[in-house]
Every structure is written in structure tokens, then in C-alpha cells.
């Protein structure tokens, strides 16, 4: 009798169990495709972002055998010679049959604009090369750019593309005699912003940046940490701190642009702070993030568990001593961990400052937080709006630049968190 | 108002004149009976370290402790034991003020350390906690490393005015914990590595750093196996040559074997005091007999 029950009793578990094995199946799959799919997405985007931008870390150049004809340098101040008459007249070297004037116009126009920034910058380090003759690689105008490149096909009507049969012609005689190659692009990596996409790079963005990082990081750090300590170790637990806790919940929820009209309001309108500056993008930035590294801080602060707490009080540490000692520094792999995941947010962040101004075309590198600048994610913006083929490339390589910053500074709080975990 | 006269009765002389304070056996019609809630016994003694008068402690509106008055005396172990949620953390905790620290809890009476209430507003509870130490429920080392974590208290008490002088202590404080000779080569390595039996070692040997008078000890050896116990309770009997120790324990043999006096608390109320040999074989009062004889636990 007793053996018989026994026996129905694991039958009907080992019933039961071919379901639940079975759901446990279906359930491992669900999520299995999820993260699938969502691999998938990823490398598409970067697949897509890395094929567009991948070309613009080379920049075609040119060799021109360069004249520093004493003639030219005949003026009170060597940053106003006619640097682009030098680089004229080395083109209409290589090419002397080119005599028509428009066709003389197309044949310079091969050139960047920006050759003669070059030179003068050359010149001016080293007047010594004054009437001698030298052979320098220029950056080749956008257009050329983007028919080495593949971008302009010599297929298309001549009317439909930007650069004429004779260009074309010029251009393939450059490149037979090894004056014309694709190098890698140094001016995406230290010039600001400009018009011409061969001349335009992220060294301002990227200043601006880290300028609008370091003022957000200075402030919310700080004050994220000690508004956590204190609400969590010595606030009085009443309707007030109740009150005060809900509204630091809300303020995660608010929409960014919201505290970009309030920097807009405060910071600019009322404590008339310049415009487009990191100071006023990093106090807005601030004002964004302190909830994330607030609500970081605090959930490390409860997780110190509380043993810990009263060893030290029990020893007979102050309060301040329990805390400094012993609570931050076993809270701080966390807090940090949420101080870089809300820098990475800010960094990320275009909708705010774009209220404060900070999407204006500004081509110098800034050197303070109170120069005008702008970041990278608003760069992307302004390139992205931008008509000429070769800042589709410069886009997306601005991205990947970006991800790069955001990858690296995700990596690290994981670094973080791994190095500084505690098992207790 | 009655009870108070009769609790503040103070020496040998009997608390409840119908209960025969000789060495023969309780009968069972003159024990104590059930409803009674007065402490029966000896709460008090004549070289007190510690005296607690009245004490009532609520968590909110939860009355928590009900009027407890005992004597901790010099150099000896009293053993708190009792049901668990009687209050005997509770009670403990209010001997260095731990209960502080909580949120909502309210402590009314008299306790005096040395003739000295610590609940006065001019007692601070720095130095009052460097007085009575704790060791708790949990071993709790700091994640830091066993030097750090013995060192910590001298430390910040300023006890030590030298390197050489910080080492000692750590080095005789370590010994006294019966402890050095298993971590004297690694002092480096983070208390959170060794066994819970040194950890809970490491934590009376972080107690006493301090030089404390009082070493108030939770449960100690609750989360230990039977031969770190052991140690533990041997460290106990020697350590009272020098300090005055309360522990609270569930274990009614180890109360046996480490304590001279016991308290048997019971919902909040102490219900007997008297030397742990008495207590355990004639127990006055019937809670503490059924407690005793493991008929309600
Ligand atoms: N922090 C607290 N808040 C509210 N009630 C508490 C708190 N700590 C203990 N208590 C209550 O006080 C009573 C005594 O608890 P405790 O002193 O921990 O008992 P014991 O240590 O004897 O097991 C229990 O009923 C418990 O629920
Ligand atoms: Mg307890």
C-alpha cells in the first residue's frame, strides 16, 4: 500500500517535471533570441557606422613642389602674404598648358583652400625657408577627396557631378605621377570645425567636452555624494526627506531638454553667463545627472551592509569617523560606478545645450570653460545637417569617436566595479 | 511604585521574603508562579560595575524592555538567556547606547556605569562605547586587513603614539583573543578571509584594543561550529580576570560554563537573577524552570 503511493507520487512528479523542464526550455529561448536580436542590431549599427566612416581617417593629399618666393614675402607681416598665389603657382607648374582663365579656376580649385593655412604655418615657425623650394603634401580639395575615394563616379553625366572632365583628366595624371594619395587624416584629429569638410575636424568638439565633463564631474560628483550621505546617514527619516526623496525620483524622469530651458532661464538670462560655454553646458549637465549619481550613491550607501556600521560605532567611531572610515570607502566603487554612467549620459546628451547655445559654428579649439564650444554629440548633429558628401564620412567617423568614449568609459566602470567589489 | 521598593532591595538579602534563599530546593508549591512579572533572585551586588534601575525601553510604541533593574558586578560574567525576542539584544544594547543608533528607539531609567548614568546629556558616546565594548551576533571584521582591523580602534582613540606602540597593542590585544599565533604571519591579509571562529575572534580582539571595562558580547558564538565555540568560551573565562562581561546567549550549557550569574528575561520583563549554579538547578520561578528544563524555549 505504502510502496504503491510512493510509486504514484514520483509519477506524477516525474509528470510534472517534463513541463517544467519544458517551460524552462521555452523561457532560456525567449531570452536567448532577445540577446540575438539584439546583437544583431548592434553590429548592424556598427557595421554601419564603421563602413561610412571608416574613409575618413584618410584624407587625400597632394604633392606640390612649393616656391617660398622672396617676392611674395615682401609685406611688414609674414601672416598676411599671399600664400595661395604659392600654391597657384606650383599647380600651374605641373600643369603649364592650362592657360584659360576658368580653366586656371577649376585646376586651383583641386586644391584645399586650406593649403595655404599650411604653408603659413609653416613659414611662420621657420622663416628660414624663405626662397627656397620644397616639396609638401597638401590636403587635396573635398570633391577630389571623394572621387579617390569612390564616392564620384566618372560614369555619371558631367553636368550631374561635381567635378568636370578636365578635372578628372588633371586628377588621373596627379595620381600617375604619385602626386595624388589617400594619407592618414592627422586635420580630422586636430583642426575645429569649418566649412570645408577636408578642413573641418573634432579637436573642438572634443575640447568642449571634456571641458563640459570636468565642470559636470567637479559639481555632481561633490554634491551627489554628499546629498546621498547625507539623506541616507543623517537626515531624519519625516514627510520632508520623504518629500525630498520623491522629487530627486522625478528629476531622473524629467526630459533633458527641460533643463536646458532652465539653464537657459537661470544661468544665461538671469546670471547672464556667456552663451555656447562648457560653464554653462557643464551646470546644465550637472543639474541632469545629479539624480542618476544621487540615487547611485544612495543605493550603494544601503547596500554597505550594516554590520559594518555598528563594528565601527561599536569600537566607538563617531558617526563622521563610522562614515569616512568605513562607509564611503565601501560605498565608493558604486558611487562611481554611477557617476561614470551618468558622465557617459551627459556626454551623450545634444538637447540641452542646444538650448544654451552650444550649436553654434565655432572653428577654434577652446582653450577655457568659458571659450565658445561645442561637444561631440551636437558636432554629429551640425555635420549630419551638413550638404557636401564628404561630412557623411566625417559623421560617422565623429561617432565612432564618441562611442569610443562612451565604450571606454563604460569599460571602466566595470573595471571599477570588478577591482574594488567586496564579498563580505 | 511597589515593585520599585522591593527591586531596589539591595545584597544578599532575599527579594521575595517567601522564597527560601537556602541552598535546598525550591518546593514547587513556594516557586514563583507564572503570572508573577517581579524579578525574583539577586539582581544586585555589592561592587557594582554596572547598575540598571527602571529600565523601559520601546521601539516605538512597542514596549520593549519593562522595567529592568540588575547590577553587572566587577570581573564577572553575567549571562543574559531567555526566548528569542525577550528583549536580551535589546537590554544589551542599551548598555553602551547602541540603541542610539536606532531609529524610533526610546530608553527611560537609570543605567550607570561607575556611578555615572550614561544617559546623561553630558555623556558622550565615543568614549563610553571605548569603555563598554561590543562584539556582535555576526562576526563583522572590517574589510581591511587583520592588522587594520585591531588597530582601528587605538587609532582613533589616540592610544597608541607610536608605530611601535599601535604594533604592541595590536600584537597583546591579538594574544589576548588567543588569536596570534594563527595570523601572526599575515597580519597583511583582510580579516574577511579567516574562518568564522577567528573572525569572531579578530572582532573581541578589535573589542578590547580599546581597553575597555565592559565587553558586552550578542550571541557570539551563535554562527560558529561546536570547536570554535569552544575556543570562544574558553577566551571568555580568561579574559574575565580582567574585564567585566555581559553575553547573551541561547545556549543554556554555555551560559552554564562561562557565566557565575545569569538573567532570565521573558517577554520584556527579567524574571530571575542568581547565580548561574542556582539558577540552573533550583530555579525560583516557574518561567524560568520551564525555560530551563526546555519546556518552552
Ligand atoms: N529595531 C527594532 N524595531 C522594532 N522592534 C524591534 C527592533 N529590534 C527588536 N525589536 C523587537 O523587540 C523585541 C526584543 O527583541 P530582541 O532584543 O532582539 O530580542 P532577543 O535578542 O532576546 O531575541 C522583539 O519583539 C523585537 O521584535
Ligand atoms: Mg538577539
Known sequence: ?424 | MESMSAVLTTGETPFLGAYSMTQEKVRQEDKAPRENRMTVGVPFVDDARMTCRGVNVYYGEKHAINNVSIDVGRNEVLAMIGPSGCGKSTFLRCLNRMNDTVEGCRVEGDIQLDELNIYDKSVDVVPLRAQVGMVFQKPNPFPKSIYDNVAYGPKIHGLASSRAELDEVVESSLKKAGLWSEVSDRLDQPGTGLSGGQQQRLCIARAIAVRPEVILMDEPCSALDPIATATVEDLISELQEQYTIVIVTHNMQQAARVSQRTAYFHLGDLIEVGSTDRIFTNPRHRLTEDYITGRFG
Open chain 1, 1 to 424: 500500500m505504502q510502496a504503491e503511493k510512493r510509486e504514484t507520487t514520483m509519477d506524477r512528479v516525474s509528470k510534472g517535471l517534463a513541463r517544467r523542464y519544458r517551460r524552462e526550455r521555452w523561457f532560456r529561448l525567449f531570452g536567448l533570441s532577445a540577446i540575438v536580436t539584439s546583437v544583431c542590431f548592434i553590429a548592424l549599427l556598427f557595421v554601419s557606422i564603421g563602413a561610412n566612416g571608416w574613409s575618413a581617417f584618410q584624407q587625400t593629399e597632394v604633392l606640390l613642389d612649393i616656391h617660398f618666393d622672396k617676392e611674395q614675402f615682401d609685406v611688414d607681416n609674414l601672416s598676411t602674404a599671399n600664400y595661395g598665389a604659392l600654391v597657384k603657382n606650383s599647380m600651374q607648374a605641373l600643369f603649364p598648358d592650362v592657360t584659360g582663365r576658368s580653366d586656371k579656376r577649376e585646376l586651383n580649385k583641386l586644391v584645399s583652400s586650406g593649403a595655404s593655412y599650411v604653408l603659413q604655418k609653416m613659414v611662420i615657425k621657420d622663416t628660414g625657408i624663405i626662397g627656397s623650394t620644397k616639396k609638401i603634401w597638401l590636403p587635396a580639395d573635398d570633391e577630389v577627396d571623394m572621387f579617390l575615394k569612390g564616392y564620384i563616379s566618372r560614369d555619371v553625366a558631367e553636368s550631374a557631378r561635381r567635378l568636370n572632365d578636365k578635372q578628372i583628366g588633371w586628377i588621373d595624371q596627379l595620381v600617375a605621377e604619385g602626386r595624388l594619395e589617400k594619407k592618414f587624416n592627422t586635420i580630422f584629429f586636430t583642426a575645429g570645425d569649418s566649412r570645408e569638410p577636408e578642413l573641418a575636424g573634432i579637436r573642438g568638439a572634443v575640447a568642449g567636452s571634456l571641458f563640459t565633463l570636468a565642470v559636470t564631474l567637479l559639481l555632481s560628483f561633490p554634491i551627489g555624494v554628499a546629498t546621498a550621505v547625507y539623506l541616507e546617514e543623517f537626515a531624519p527619516r519625516n514627510r520632508w526627506t520623504d518629500l525630498v526623496e520623491v522629487n530627486i525620483n522625478n528629476l531622473a524622469a524629467v526630459p533633458s531638454i527641460v533643463f536646458g530651458l532652465l539653464g537657459l532661464a537661470v544661468f544665461l538670462n538671469v546670471f547672464g553667463m556667456p552663451r555656447s560655454a562648457p560653464l554653462v553646458g557643464g551646470l546644465v549637465l550637472t543639474l541632469m545627472t545629479l539624480p542618476t549619481i544621487i540615487i547611485a550613491s544612495r543605493a550603494s550607501l544601503k547596500s554597505v551592509p550594516p554590520s559594518i556600521r555598528e563594528a565601527a560605532l561599536g569600537v566607538g567611531a563617531s558617526k563622521m569617523q563610522a562614515i569616512t572610515h568605513h562607509i564611503l570607502p565601501l560605498a565608493m566603487p558604486g558611487m562611481m560606478t554611477g557617476t561614470i554612467i551618468g558622465m557617459a549620459q551627459a556626454l551623450g546628451e545634444t538637447a540641452p545645450l542646444l538650448m544654451i547655445g552650444m550649436v553654434a559654428f565655432i572653428v577654434d579649439v577652446p582653450h577655457g570653460v568659458t571659450d565658445p564650444a561645442t561637444v561631440l554629440p551636437v558636432q554629429i548633429y551640425l555635420w549630419a545637417d551638413s550638404p557636401e558628401r564628404a561630412f557623411v564620412e566625417r559623421t560617422s567617423a565623429a561617432i565612432m569617436v564618441l562611442l569610443g568614449f562612451l565604450i571606454s568609459m563604460n569599460a571602466i566602470a566595470v573595471f571599477l566595479r570588478r577591482k574594488f567589489e567586496r564579498r563580505w
